[in-house]
């Protein structure tokens, strides 16, 4: 059949609509990102902004100065600057992480903390904060700052491993398993962090209180050196996860026809997805929302396809964190609201909006 | 082209497929035909090489189909399935795009978006482009699904004499227009030279469009070749456990089968025949 | 020789707290061993409820400029800004107040903020913790010497001192010690009891009861039967806000009906931060507590 016309005809150009939208977003996301980020650096309690940076730069430069210039290289420099970069990569992972979820699993609703990675992180990180003072003390007070981060990547990532292993018969990983186990682990480390409540100190108690509402507070260079090698992993592999990702929309036994290779597509979809997950969940606490709110809005604009909704996602993620952390720090200043209870303030009605309208649409197989 | 030797798949205890013998040859309309539970659908799954058989083998060319990667196998062959979810709102052109997701194969086709439009005015779905996949009818959805596959065999690069389309069920939720659009376009891809498999229920249409029939039952094949040696009453009876009442139209000769109103001791006569003979 | 060696031994004991006045500038090694440069003490931010409560014994109320959630003694200080949960602090929001020295106690966190803010050019000395009665004292006198108010912190400390005696003095008159317990909070049908190593714990043993919850480590929820075991036969109920009835909620408890609380086992209400704060105001409370619980006993 010839081809008459080189231009597509009017019902295509819809879809072909969606498709130019889809990278338009990504240039704005990208555009926002970037004011995002600096206002996040001009904002803050103690006044300074922008047009301090060249002094903050001055001071650092020559290591010493007035102290003024030290004031202003601190708040800039030390403060804020890599608070402004951890909220964009927490955001940007956890929303991708979401993203790739959604696709595994082929529902919309799918989050990261439903297969047990956040659960083992934050379980971790919990047990950590409770055996610190007693038998785990050696240990703890080695790693000093870096026990929390480094407990809350290794829960994730070997609660991942365990899940993986569980739900892996005879080579294949079935989802439904998976997401049951996710459930029975997340169960599971509930119950244990329940226990350990019994073996924390009141104080202990508190902090793990506040550390499970999320919070950059405690941002630092140090923090964004450790999660940097994931952050380069996450941008390495995932794109290579697109075509999977987009096959698996179909089922996985479509996606076999469509010649992915499923079980190393969906391995990989899981370990990133813990890379992800553990590395924020290490460095800012428990933040939620941000996977299940971040995908569904990019999806509502451009479209399922993963070329476009995995980077649009970590956009766009990065700019919500980044935002909400903005918030968390002027709204009582000069004290700070845990940045999850803000994600909760935004997500849960958008989540609610969600699981209304689902139906038709938005149905899993 | 495609070729099983002593296919054979067991689940548990049961033999789902029992000692297949089968060739594809490429410009072949085969269709497979038979009772539920016959293992039609298995058949096509472990030639798809969704499935590993339990014992014998499935080749394609001279290679054993395990030895062959999944994007390789992508490259040769198109399955459409009877039934395929999709769980987010793409449009149908966007569906069809999706046939072109094998590893390397959009990087290598230039105009993409205008072979999918192609695709699905072949298939009467050109209005549709545009539409979410959602608001499609059952009917409509499938041959949105057949453009995927022909999008995937045609962008792949292969010769389509070294190809395969293998189709379980593409009619069943299709009025009878819309499936005649269908069975053409299988009869199309034939005459570029494809192999075609398809696991038809109809028997009738599976007689009119295919080149040669295989009946299967209790997973072993009970009659191939062209479809005046399969539709016979005697061999169609038993395998389905009714009685049937076979002819032949008057031009062209093809033959059809009705099913035959009979006194019901005869019915269970022939359905227990049959179930011993197959189950 | 010996000279020698009792000079040593003198630096050795004066080592907290030593000074280098100079005018009034000062050089205050803190409670973690920093030795912190004290210059300014125009704008004070007091973190924790006892520190604030030292400052404003020494007269210096009306230099803080900010505090933390739990400073809540004197009752003006619900005028002064509040930097966050002493635990949650964050180091632009401190830094944002513009205090020129950081008055804090040992338990302000979290620790990347305590690390960022010594980097900061704005002094930050920390306190001890509560080990003991003698850290009352030491807390009054690093403070006084961080703001330049040494004579009156020695003064303040020494007045503590002096009450801290007299408790023990009426202490000797206890025959029998009341076994007792601190319940802090109680949620979720449990109670939030301080054992050993406790604030709780340090009253408990300046007002002359045995702290029944000693077995314990830390502030512990109890169940029902751990409470019929610890037996207690005073319970002080701690009350953080006026609208809570700790004592009420404790009286509802099945564990504590049991043993008799309200009945054969009296509740004491005590205020939080009174009771526990362990400020200027602790041997206070001690003795009030001692009151309760001994009402026999000759003043």
């Not at chain 1, 080189?6 to 879809?15: D, G, I, N, R, V």
């Not at chain 3, 020698?4 to 707290?17: D, P």
């Not at chain 3, 507590?289 to 000759?298: D, G, K």
Request: proline share 5%; charged share 15%; with cysteine.
């Amino acid at each position: 059949m010839a081809i008459e016309s080189l231009s597509l005809p009017h019902a295509a150009s819809a879809s072909s609509d969606r498709h130019a939208l889809g990278w338009r977003l990504l240039i704005a996301g990208g555009l926002v990102l970037v004011l995002a980020a600096l206002v996040s650096l001009s904002v803050g309690p103690t006044g300074l902004t922008l047009s301090d940076l060249p002094r903050a730069l001055l001071a650092a430069y020559s290591g010493s100065g007035a102290p003024a210039d030290v004031h202003a290289r601190l708040v800039l420099l030390e403060v804020r600057l890599p608070r402004t970069i951890l909220a964009a990569f927490v955001g940007a992972s956890l929303a991708v992480a979401g993203a790739m979820m959604q696709g595994l699993f082929r529902n919309p609703l799918a989050d990261p903390g439903l297969i047990g990675v956040s659960s083992g992180a934050a379980l971790a990180a919990v047990a950590t904060i409770a055996l610190g003072s007693s038998f785990a003390g050696p240990w703890v007070r080695a790693l000093g700052i870096w026990a929390l981060p480094a407990a809350a990547f290794f829960g994730g990532f070997v609660t991942t491993i365990v899940l993986m292993l569980i739900a892996r018969r005879h080579g294949t990983t079935a989802i439904s398993t998976l997401l049951l186990a996710g459930i029975a682990l997340g169960a599971i480390a509930g119950a244990l962090t329940g226990l350990l409540a019994y073996v924390t100190d009141d104080r202990e108690l508190r902090d793990l209180t506040l550390w499970s509402m999320g919070s950059l507070a405690g941002a630092s260079w140090q923090k964004v050196l450790a999660i940097t090698p994931f952050a380069l992993v996450l941008l390495l592999m995932t794109p290579r996860l697109i075509r999977a990702l987009n096959g698996l929309l179909l089922g996985e036994a479509e996606a076999f026809y469509l010649g992915i290779e499923v079980e190393s597509a969906k391995l990989r979809i899981v370990t990133l997805t813990a890379a992800a997950v553990g590395a924020a969940v290490a460095v800012a606490g428990t933040i939620g929302f941000v996977g299940i709110v971040v995908p569904h809005l990019v999806r509502l604009i451009a479209g399922p396809d993963h070329r476009i909704v995995l980077p649009a996602s970590a956009l766009l993620g990065a700019v919500l964190v980044v935002v909400a952390d903005v918030a968390a720090r002027m709204i009582v200043a000069p004290a700070e609201l845990p940045i999850g209870i803000i994600m909760a303030v935004i997500g849960a009605p958008v989540f609610l909006h969600l699981v209304i309208r689902r139906g038709g649409a938005l149905s899993a197989p | 082209m495609i070729c099983a030797r002593s296919l054979s798949f067991a689940a548990g205890k049961r033999k789902l497929v029992d000692g297949i013998d089968l060739d594809l040859v490429p410009g072949q309309f085969i269709a497979v035909v038979g009772p539920n539970g016959a293992g039609k659908s298995t058949l096509l799954r472990l030639l798809t090489g969704e499935l590993k058989p339990t014992s014998g083998q499935v080749l394609i060319g001279n290679r054993e189909l395990s030895s062959f990667s999944a994007d390789q196998l992508a490259r040769r062959r198109a399955v459409l399935a009877q039934h395929t979810a999709l769980a987010f709102p793409f449009t149908a052109l966007e569906v069809v795009l999706l046939g072109m997701t094998v590893p390397g194969l959009q990087a290598e086709v230039g105009n993409a978006r205008q072979v999918a439009f192609t695709m699905l005015e072949r298939l009467g779905l050109e209005q549709l482009a545009g539409q979410s996949y959602t608001t499609l009818s059952g009917g409509e959805r499938q041959r949105v699904h057949m453009a995927r596959a022909l999008c995937q065999l045609e962008c792949s690069g292969t010769p389509p004499d070294e190809t395969i389309l293998l189709v379980d069920e593409p009619t069943s939720s299709l009025d009878i227009g819309h499936q005649l659009i269908v069975l053409d376009e299988l009869v199309r891809q034939k005459r570029r030279g494809r192999s075609v498999f398809a696991v038809l229920h109809d028997l009738n249409l599976a007689a009119a469009y295919a080149d040669e029939m295989v009946l299967l039952a209790g997973g072993k094949i009970v009659a191939a070749g062209p479809p005046s040696e399969v539709i016979q009453d005697e061999r169609l009876s038993l395998a389905f456990g009714c009685q049937v009442c076979t002819n032949r139209l008057p031009a062209g000769g093809i033959p059809f089968l009705l099913p035959q109103a009979c006194a019901a001791a005869e019915v269970c006569a022939v359905a227990r025949k049959s179930a011993a003979t197959y189950s | 020789m010996r000279r020698l060696i009792a000079g040593i031994a003198a630096l050795a004991v004066v080592g907290a707290g030593t000074q280098v006045t100079n005018g009034w500038a000062a050089e205050v090694v803190d409670a973690t061993g920093y030795i912190v440069k004290a210059e300014d003490a125009s704008r004070l931010l007091s973190i924790g409820g006892d520190t604030t409560e030292i400052l404003y014994a020494l007269g210096y109320g009306d230099q803080i400029v900010a505090v933390d959630t739990t400073s809540q003694f004197p009752p003006e200080v619900s005028t002064k800004r509040k930097v966050g949960y002493m635990r949650a602090l964050s180091t632009e929001g401190v830094l944002s107040t513009g205090a020129t020295l950081i008055l804090a106690s040992a338990q302000a966190g979290p620790p990347e903020v305590v690390k960022a803010l010594r980097a900061s050019s704005v002094p930050l000395v920390l306190l001890p913790d509560n080990t003991g009665p003698e850290s009352l004292a030491e807390k009054v006198r690093l403070i006084g010497r961080a703001v330049g108010a040494e004579a009156k912190a020695d003064e303040l400390a020494a007045s503590l001192e002096n009450q801290l005696r007299e408790l023990a003095n009426a202490r000797s008159r206890i025959s029998k010690p009341a076994k007792a317990i601190v319940v802090l909070s109680v949620s979720s049908g449990r109670a939030l009891v301080g054992g050993r190593g406790t604030t709780a714990d340090i009253m408990l043993s300046l007002a002359g009861a045995t702290n029944a919850a000693a077995s314990l480590n830390g502030y512990k929820p109890v169940s029902d039967e751990a409470l019929i075991e610890l037996a207690p036969e005073a319970i002080i109920a701690v009350r953080r806000g006026p609208d809570e009835d700790t004592a009420a909620d404790i009286a509802a408890l099945p564990g504590f009906k049991a043993i008799g609380a309200g009945d054969d086992v009296p509740i004491i209400t005590m205020d939080a931060l009174y009771l526990l704060g362990f400020g200027p105001r602790a041997p206070q409370a001690a003795s009030e507590l001692m009151a309760q619980l001994y009402p026999e006993l000759p003043r």
